[in-house]
């Protein structure tokens, strides 16, 4: 019985000597290891982990986006808005010189900005009826002066000129 066992358990090598196999026990505990249904519990839950971490992840990424295009729009907003201001100004002192200014189309480049965009400023002049002294200034600013994502901020304000003569 004892050399049946160890008959099964042992091979003869080419050079004639005994090498040992692995217990038969060891191979069904392996086998029994991975074929066990606890360890497809195990990937299982892994698989639903991760796919939560990468749906949270993707929740995060979604967000930041949205905050950098919100970012990104009340910067032009704001560029767009002293744009009007400073046409505002452009206009007074213009209107100081001239009092027969009208208005115009003022394009300002990139380089004179922040360097990534430039800007479109229409700036018109009215007269007002029965006020030869008193103007309409009314500006309209665009930045960037590009078709998309383009901020647009307007302007009146009512100046006075001295009339030339």
């Known amino acids: 019985m004892i050399s049946a066992a160890v008959t099964r358990r042992t091979t003869v090598g080419a050079t004639g000597s005994q090498a040992r196999l692995p217990c038969p026990c060891f191979k069904r505990r392996v086998r029994q290891t991975f074929a066990s249904p606890r ?83 229409t700036i018109r002049v009215e007269p007002i009826d029965g006020r030869a002294d008193r103007r309409l200034v009314r500006v309209e600013a665009q930045y960037p002066d590009a078709p998309h994502h383009r901020a647009r901020r307007s302007k009146q304000a009512f100046m006075d000129v001295i009339p030339s003569g």
């Open 39 to 121: 360890c497809g519990m195990v990937m299982f839950v892994a698989i639903a982990c991760l796919s939560i971490a990468a749906l949270v992840f993707l929740a995060i990424l979604k967000t930041a986006v949205a905050e950098r295009a919100a970012i990104d729009t009340r910067h032009r907003l704001e560029q767009a808005g002293w744009l009007a201001e400073s046409a505002l100004e452009r206009a007074a002192a213009r209107l100081a010189a001239d009092p027969g200014y009208r208005g115009e189309t003022w394009s300002i480049p990139a380089a004179e900005l922040d360097g990534k965009a430039g800007a479109a400023v």
